[in-house]
Every structure is written in structure tokens, then in C-alpha cells.
């Protein structure tokens, strides 16, 4: 009992569709120091390989292929067009600081000069004048002497007109730069995040294609479970089947004849009532022994037929597949469908021997 469980652990191992339980049982068992048949395993996983041969391939419709080709064209035009309008936009929303104008400052020149004009024609009046005036006796007046005296605070005045004039400069440009900063930053958050969203979109496209991927290993594995337990087997014999009719039917026979046990593939078989069903023949001695029925589905191409009456497989002369009532028959009574005999081993050669001269 402990050794069929291996063998079917191992069978599981090999086809990739063992459970997480299993999985632990299995490790344990090997880590134990039980013996384990390696040589099954391989064989299992060499017969697994072959599956693809006897499999017929499907390839798509062009027409599909082409609907694929311009929606990805499609998808890519539409994203080239968001980035350029989005870096268009971009553009439009920086910030255009214009240069301040100097017109206080001109005003506050003009009344400088006003001021200025109006001393000097208080200076006039200082100057002192005689009967004969000479330029050479004119007294030369200090205008910074002349405010300080005074109490005018003409140049105070000044400096702090200039001084406001320079600042509004230094606010304007550190706004620009701070506004410069922050669209810069926003900037670079908005395309960080862009990307972010670009990888994780596609991530989820690459999940849900290794979903999908996995869902059909998962159901064609749960269709050909029979056909993969089948191959476990270590003796295995085919029989190529030819048409008996003018339809398109055709398949192959594989037979196990120490577990009395066939796995017939059934291509194009038309569709038979309830009142019909196809069944297996051999035939031996000019007698033919049912193998067993089926009736073939939309979606099934394999069938098993168990516990077929045992005979050695050099007795048997033709395989055939005909029609015959549900009920079931003692013979072959119904239309022919499909006939052929077992593929003929191929002796292996004997290696010559050379004798060796001394």
C-alpha cells in the first residue's frame, strides 16, 4: 500500500500538480532515508515530455493576430498623445515674473532735483555782494555743510528711497525662485508617480496573464489526468488506426496489456445518437472480443477502456472500431469505422564481436 501512495506521490511530483500536504509527506519521506525509485521518476518524467508529441497543435487566426496588432498600436498612440499634452501643460502653468519697473525711483530723482534747484536759490541769498563783485571773491558753500546746519534730511532721505527701490527686487526674485522650487518638485512627484503607475499597471497585466496561464495548465491537466496516469505505465504498445469509411475519423490505440488497460484517441468521430455508441474490438483466432465502449464528446479526444479481456499481444491480428447498439452486441454487427494492427518492434542489432589476436 505505502508503495502505490509513492508511486502515485511521484507521479504527482513529476506532472507538476501536486498539493501543498502531499508536497510536505513527500520531502519527509525522502529526508527519512526511505528508498526511493528514482528510475520511475524518471521514466514518468520522460513519458510526461513526450505528451506534446501526440498532441496537435493550434494556432491562432491571423485575423486575430492582426486585431491584437493595431490595438497595441492604438494604446500607444493615445499614450504619446496624454504625455505631450500633459508636458504642453506643464509649460503654460510656469510662472513668468516680469522685471520691475523703475518709475518710483525716476519720481523720487525728479524731486531730488526740485529740492536741489530750490537750495540753490536759497544759496543766493548767502552769498555776499559789494559794489564790486568779482567771481574770483565768490564764496564757494559746502552743500553737505549746509544740510548738516540746517537740519535737512535730504540725503537720509535718499539712501532709504534706494533702499526700498532694491528691495522689492530681492522679494520678486526670491518668489520666483521659491515658485521655480515648487513647481520643479511637483514636477518630479508627478512623473515619479507616473512611472509608478506605468510599472504597476503593467505587473498587473503580467499577473493576470500568469493567471490565465495557470488556469489552462490547471484545466488541461484536470481533462488529461486520465491520459498522464495512463502513461505511468511501463509497457506501452501502440496501434496506428486507419479510415474504413469516406469520413474524416482517425486515431491511435495505446494498450497496456500487464494492467489490461487502453487509451484510445478519437479524432473527427461523428456524434452518434443515444440509441449508438462506438466500441473497440481485437480480434484473435478469426473471433473478435469487445475491449470495451465510448461515446466521444465536443471537447474529448481520449478514452479509457479498463479490464479488457486478457491475451497475448502476438495472438491478436486486427484491431477494429465500428458502431453498435447501446444495448450491446455479441459481435460486430454495426459500420466499420476504424481498423489497424500493432507497430511491429524493431529488433536492436547485436553487436559484432572481435576476437582478439595475440
Known amino acids: 500500500m505505502e508503495d502505490k501512495a509513492i508511486h502515485e506521490m511521484i507521479c504527482a511530483y ?3 500538480c501536486m498539493d501543498k500536504d502531499n508536497f510536505i509527506n513527500f520531502k519527509e519521506h ?16 520522460n513519458i510526461i515530455s513526450l505528451i506534446p508529441i501526440i498532441l496537435e497543435q493550434e494556432t491562432p487566426d491571423p485575423e486575430i493576430k492582426k486585431r491584437v496588432a493595431k490595438k497595441l498600436i492604438e494604446l500607444n498612440s493615445e499614450i504619446k498623445a496624454k504625455k505631450k499634452e500633459e508636458k504642453k501643460k506643464t509649460e503654460e502653468e510656469e510662472l513668468i515674473i516680469p522685471t520691475p519697473t523703475r518709475t518710483g525711483v525716476s519720481e523720487d530723482s525728479l524731486h531730488l532735483k526740485r529740492i536741489e534747484q530750490e537750495r540753490s536759490d536759497e544759496y543766493k541769498d548767502i552769498v555776499p555782494r559789494g559794489d564790486t563783485f568779482s567771481p574770483d571773491k565768490t564764496q564757494k558753500i559746502d552743500k553737505n555743510k549746509l544740510y548738516s546746519t540746517q537740519g535737512a534730511s535730504f540725503p537720509a532721505g535718499a539712501a532709504s528711497t534706494e533702499t526700498k527701490s532694491k528691495t522689492p527686487v530681492v522679494t520678486y526674485l526670491l518668489l520666483f525662485l521659491s515658485i521655480l522650487g515648487l513647481i520643479l518638485l511637483a514636477y518630479f ?6 512611472e509608478l503607475e506605468t510599472k504597476l499597471s503593467e505587473m498587473k497585466d503580467q499577473v493576470s496573464g500568469l493567471q490565465a496561464n495557470f488556469s489552462a495548465n490547471q484545466q488541461f491537466i484536470n481533462r488529461n489526468m486520465s491520459l498522464i496516469e495512463f502513461f505511468h505505465y511501463n509497457d506501452i504498445s501502440v496501434v496506428n488506426l486507419e479510415n474504413a469509411d469516406s469520413t474524416d475519423a482517425s486515431g491511435k490505440l495505446f494498450l497496456s496489456f500487464e494492467e489490461r ?17 462506438y466500441e473497440v474490438w481485437y480480434v484473435t483466432n478469426n473471433v473478435s472480443i469487445s475491449m470495451g465502449i465510448f461515446v466521444p464528446g465536443l471537447d474529448q479526444k481520449y478514452f479509457r477502456l ?10 491478436i491480428e486486427l484491431f ?12 460486430p454487427t454495426g459500420d466499420l469505422v476504424l481498423f489497424g494492427s ?6 536492436k542489432p547485436v553487436p559484432s564481436s572481435r576476437r582478439r589476436r595475440y
Open 30 to 45: 525522502i529526508n527519512s532515508g526511505k528508498d526511493l525509485p528514482y528510475s520511475d521518476l524518471g521514466e514518468i518524467q
Open 342 to 347: 500493432l507497430v511491429k518492434e524493431q529488433p
Open 189 to 194: 512627484f508627478y512623473s515619479t508617480n507616473k
Open 320 to 331: 477494429r472500431v465500428t458502431i453498435e447498439p447501446a444495448a450491446g452486441s455479441g459481435g
Open 306 to 315: 479498463n479490464n479488457f479481456p486478457s491475451v497475448p499481444k502476438e495472438n
Open 14 to 16: 513529476a506532472s507538476g
Open 261 to 277: 488497460e487502453a487509451l484510445i484517441q478519437a479524432n473527427n468521430f461523428g456524434i452518434l445518437g443515444p440509441e449508438n455508441v
